[in-house]
């Protein structure tokens, strides 16, 4: 004998659930798949937001408070509003100013440097047939490498009794006082900077050169184009969108990593001789860490947000470029 179901939700004449006036979103979700899978994926979309904006948005927020504050790491009393004193303080502060000039040249330096070396090794390797993994592989290393062992190979190389010097002393040149110079120091740290990330650069330009039509040199060929003419009016401008990436993401590297390569690479380990090499993280690590002057490193933080959000958006403008052929 069948068993009657005696739910409140079911029909005991047509014998099917019974169709709610106003369901609930728990019965939508009980009783309709659509409802469950547009659960599930709103809920992985929410995790990762969540969890950004614990790490990013937060501590963002909060450095901004903190540079408006008189923020002792040290004292544990009241943390008074001090409105902008830290960034009056900072701008007066020479040794900021100077970590500021010198990370827009590791900026400049860097980002020119390493997109002319990554495309132009990305443009002989598109070039070739034979060993192109073995020549990425090559090339692609010191990118993994550790920045620290590469800081203190460059440092070993550019010492006052290292390979270099010894090389210019047999060719007839005089010795040359490089990292102990405030003049040649920060460029030498800008070349291990730049060589290390020839490899990134490389592997973004291959990617975009293998997305140019082969018929667009074809054509340029028909017309009686030079090599240096399809390179600047084909190639180019068909790479605009991988420059544009590749100098932004550039230009928030040079930043991060001009923290360690000066500490390992400068003569004092704190952006030495006389802070010709001192970047603007090192100058918040000093005074956070070795200062223990929060307020006032907080503010050299936003000082830094605004330049790199700056230059980001000036990026934009002048090299995004749309081009159809």
């Known amino acids: 004998m069948e068993q009657l179901n005696t739910s409140p939700d079911y029909d005991k004449k047509d014998r099917k659930p019974k169709k709610r006036q106003n369901p609930s979103f728990l019965y ?19 995790l990762p937001l969540i969890f950004y904006i614990g790490i990013r948005i937060l501590p963002t927020l909060f450095t901004f408070n903190v ?8 004292s544990t009393g009241e943390r008074p509003f001090v409105g902008l004193s830290n960034f009056v303080t900072l701008f007066q502060d020479e040794v900021f100013l100077k970590s500021l000039l010198n990370t827009f040249i590791y900026i400049v330096i860097g980002v020119i440097g390493q997109l002319t070396l990554g495309i132009t090794v990305a443009l ?15 090339y692609f290393i010191p990118y993994v490498t550790s920045i620290v062992a590469i800081s203190w190979i460059f440092q070993w190389l550019f010492m006052s009794n290292g390979f270099v010097n010894d090389l210019l002393i047999n ?9 102990n110079s405030p003049d040649q120091a920060i460029f030498v740290i800008s ?6 990330s020839i490899g990134f650069q490389m592997v973004l330009f291959l990617a975009g050169l293998s997305n140019i039509p082969e018929m667009l040199y074809e054509a340029a060929d028909i017309d009686g184009a030079t090599p240096w003419q399809k390179f600047w009016h084909v190639t180019v401008p068909l ?3 991988t420059i544009v990436f590749s100098s932004i993401i550039g230009m928030i590297t040079f930043i991060q990593v001009s923290f360690t390569q000066v500490v390992n690479m400068s ?21 956070a860490f070795q200062q223990y002057d929060m307020g ?26 749309k081009f159809d052929y």
């Open 28 to 46: 939508k979700m009980r009783n309709n798949y659509k409802y469950q899978k547009y659960f599930f994926i709103i809920i992985c979309l929410l």
């Open 67 to 74: 540079g408006f504050r008189e923020w002792n790491l040290l």
């Open 124 to 138: 002989l390797l598109h070039k070739i047939n034979r060993f192109v993994g073995l020549f990425r592989v090559i």
């Open 171 to 179: 060719l007839g040149f005089s010795q040359q006082p490089f990292l």
């Open 191 to 196: 070349a291990a900077m730049i060589w290390q």
């Open 239 to 241: 790479l605009n969108p």
């Open 267 to 287: 003569m004092d380990g704190s952006g030495g001789p006389l802070n010709s090499t001192i970047s603007v993280v090192v100058y918040i690590y000093q005074t």
């Open 296 to 321: 006032l490193a907080s503010a050299a933080t936003v000082v830094l947000f605004l330049f790199i959000m700056g230059l980001t958006i000036f990026q934009m403008k002048v090299l995004t470029k």
